[in-house]
């Protein structure tokens, strides 16, 4: 099973990157699925959970307005448009797949995680 996360880079404050999972070797369309992130020195965090049926979008309350998470269960795909970035949204981003079809914000109910994607906000 992958989950392989691409379109992280360098940004300056205020601007735009989405960030796109790809999974191949299980289908994930019945579960949730996720992003994480984790800067330097710090531990990972939650940013954004979908649940299977796009029914139940859950985000970190720091991203709220400013992110949003998409999935096209056809593509096996997960999305992250992030809006108007901060330099403290710099960190390495990570999805995950759900062992469960309802989102969650807590790391333990993923059990699949990708590689990660660099995202780095410039003041």
């Known amino acids: 099973v992958q989950l392989q996360a691409s379109g992280g880079g360098l940004v300056q404050a205020g601007g735009s990157l989405r960030l796109s999972c790809a999974s191949s070797g299980r289908t994930f369309s019945n579960y949730a699925m996720g992003w994480f992130r984790q800067a330097p020195g710090k531990e990972r965090e939650f940013v954004a959970a979908?649940?299977?049926?796009?029914?139940?979008?859950y985000y970190a309350d720091f991203v709220t307005g400013r992110f949003t998470i998409s999935r096209d269960n056809a593509k096996n795909t997960v999305s992250l448009q992030m809006n108007s970035l901060k330099p403290e949204d710099t960190a390495v981003y990570y999805c995950?797949?759900?062992?469960?079809?309802?989102?969650?914000?807590?790391?333990?109910?993923?059990?699949?995680w990708g590689q990660g994607t660099q995202v780095t906000v410039s003041s």
């Open positions: 995950a797949g759900s062992t469960y079809s309802s989102s969650s914000s807590n790391a333990l109910d993923y059990g699949y």
């Open positions: 979908i649940s299977w049926n796009k029914g139940h979008i």
